[in-house]
């Protein structure tokens, strides 16, 4: 018997010139940066959230909330980390990840293959599990007008008992 678990995420920062953009833990090229509290990565944050939600432990907000200054400017792998600590706790492993950055610009095609790893690597799963996909907002809405970088996942978890 395999227990199955599937889990959502998303999140968005707004965008602003002179900060880093760091999304999937690759460091982007680029005018504009996230701004948050922690590095900001949007990407990760929304991995991380699907797997709590698989988990149903909440959010990444009520593990790591902004308000608690060791987070600030913190590397967002370590709040996937964690995640993936209590997923593993749980007796769960990672079958596959899917998800989709928003952003206008720049192309972020060049560096799927790096966000990829630096997922699949966290997970300890082949890179072949782990699906990034990139998105413009075609000129509408909060992404389009190159205010705001969002990212959607899913994950799926597995028991076996
Ligand atoms: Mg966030």
């Keep these: 018997m ?17 900060l880093p953009l760091i999304i999937g833990g ?6 504009v940066g996230a701004e948050g509290h922690s590095d900001a990565d949007v990407l990760l944050h929304a991995v991380t959230d699907a797997i709590l939600g ?3 432990l909440g959010d990444i907000g009520t ?3 902004n308000s608690d200054e060791r987070w ?4 967002s792998i370590k709040f996937l980390e964690h995640a993936i600590l209590l997923m593993r706790e749980k007796g769960f492993v990672t079958v596959n990840v899917d998800s989709t950055v928003n952003l206008e610009t720049p192309k ?4 799927i293959n790096a966000m990829r790893k630096v997922i699949a690597d966290a997970l300890e799963i082949d890179i072949e599990r782990v699906s990034v996909k ?3 907002g075609e000129s509408v809405d909060a992404v389009g ?6 990212a959607e996942a899913v994950v799926l978890l597995s028991k076996s008992q």
């Design 54 to 56: 698989a988990l149903a």
């Design 145 to 150: 007008q190159s205010v705001a970088v969002k």
């Design 63 to 65: 593990h790591f909330p």
């Design 108 to 111: 972020l095609r060049p560096y």
């Design 72 to 75: 600030e400017n913190a590397s």
């Design 134 to 136: 990139a998105k413009t």
């Design 26 to 31: 690759v460091h982007i090229e680029s005018l």
């Design 2 to 18: 395999t227990e199955m678990r599937i889990g959502y995420g998303n999140d968005i920062h707004r965008l602003a010139e002179g």
